[in-house]
């Protein structure tokens, strides 16, 4: 498998330091390989966990992701796509394990415990009442709008063009998108009485 990469950008500033990591990550640094799990590993947990995989599943999928870079380092042809080519191979990786799942039939001992509710402490209540309200409301969103505003939030955040690539949607509808999907997020807060909570 070779990892056909395509430059769009090869004047960007980022090339040169990418190719430097790729290029010593391949030479066996550890330091190297750390830098790249800095900058790229947020998004790919978020793109596991927009595809609301289990804990588990997720870091299968980041660690199938993170194998097939390892395996394929010398043939990065462009490391300036290596944030999209990074992002699709976790979106296959994910939906790979989704066609897995969908195979099994959980019974008996295998059924998933309910996880045990931790009570809140007295400290800092409006802001979990806030937190509660923002995730229910998120929680009613459509699939596609909580998949883009997840890969939003990572830290470091994604360029647009890996979560092009994660979501296999043109870039120039990424904003669009966006801003209509926190339309429909305000609409449901709103709904619910709690938009008033969000700018406290």
């Given at each position: ?23 010593a990550a391949a030479a066996g640094d550890e330091c190297a390989w750390g830098e790249l799990l800095d ?119 994604p360029s647009y063009e890996e979560i092009s690539a994660a979501l296999e949607i043109p870039i120039g ?28």
């Amino acid at each position: 498998m070779t990892v056909a990469i395509v430059s769009e950008s090869p004047e960007s500033s980022m090339q040169p330091r990418l190719r430097t990591l790729l290029a010593a990550a391949a030479a066996g640094d550890e330091c190297a390989w750390g830098e790249l799990l800095d900058r790229f590993g947020s998004v790919i947990w978020a793109i596991a966990r927009a595809h609301r995989l289990c804990d588990a599943d997720a870091a299968d999928a980041t660690q199938a992701t993170w194998t097939a870079l390892l395996t394929h380092l010398d043939q990065v042809n462009d490391p300036n796509r290596i944030g999209a080519w990074l992002a699709t191979t976790a979106r296959r990786e994910c939906l790979r394990l989704l066609g897995q799942a969908r195979s099994v039939v959980p019974y008996g001992d295998e059924l998933p415990e309910a996880e045990a509710q931790q009570p809140h402490p007295n400290e800092g209540l409006e802001l979990d009442e806030r937190d509660a309200a923002l995730w229910r409301s998120f929680c009613r969103l459509r699939d596609s709008d909580q998949v883009l505003l997840r890969l939003l939030m990572a830290d470091p955040a994604p360029s647009y063009e890996e979560i092009s690539a994660a979501l296999e949607i043109p870039i120039g509808s990424i904003g669009p998108t966006r801003a209509r999907a926190l339309e429909r997020l305000r609409r449901e807060l709103r709904r619910d009485g709690a938009l008033a909570l969000m700018r406290t």
